[in-house]
Nanobody, 123 residues
Framework: QVQLLESGGGLVQAGGSRRLSCAAS????????LGWFRQAPGKEREFVAA????????DYADSVKGRFTISRDNAKMMMYLQVNSLKPEDTAVYYC????????????????WGQGTQVTVSS
């Protein structure tokens, strides 16, 4: 059974940083691409970042490029999202997900999801 557990969210002031973590179990971790998505209050869930199975390829939403960094540690079965220079509009629940399909930005290609971790950015 695949399980994903996010952590690291919290309340942070604008301009601050957090490191979000996603712990995975129940799968051959290195074989799958992973992604981070987020859902702000009253909005649809949106793509944030993605990383290939080896970690050699990454991609980001335009809104977070240069501020967020996705990474993974296959030996530990962990994925991370370093979020810097946070803005109030980054306030959202952040989800990690396992991609079984080929489309990085399409949520339907992600099969397993965590429960999410809340990041709240105060101005």
């Amino acid at each position: 059974q695949v399980q994903l557990l996010e952590s690291g969210g919290g309340l942070v002031q604008a301009g601050g940083s957090r490191r979000l973590s996603c712990a995975a179990s129940g799968l051959t971790f290195r074989n799958y691409g992973l992604g981070w998505f987020r859902q702000a209050p009253g909005k649809e869930r949106e793509f944030v970042a993605a990383i290939s199975g080896s970690g050699g390829n990454t991609d980001y939403a335009d809104s977070v490029k240069g501020r967020f960094t996705i990474s993974r540690d296959n030996a530990k079965m962990m994925m991370y999202l370093q979020v810097n220079s946070l803005k109030p509009e980054d306030t959202a629940v952040y989800y990690c997900a396992v991609r079984y399909g080929s489309r990085l930005y399409d949520q339907s290609d992600y099969t397993y999801w965590g429960q999410g971790t809340q990041v709240t950015v105060s101005s």
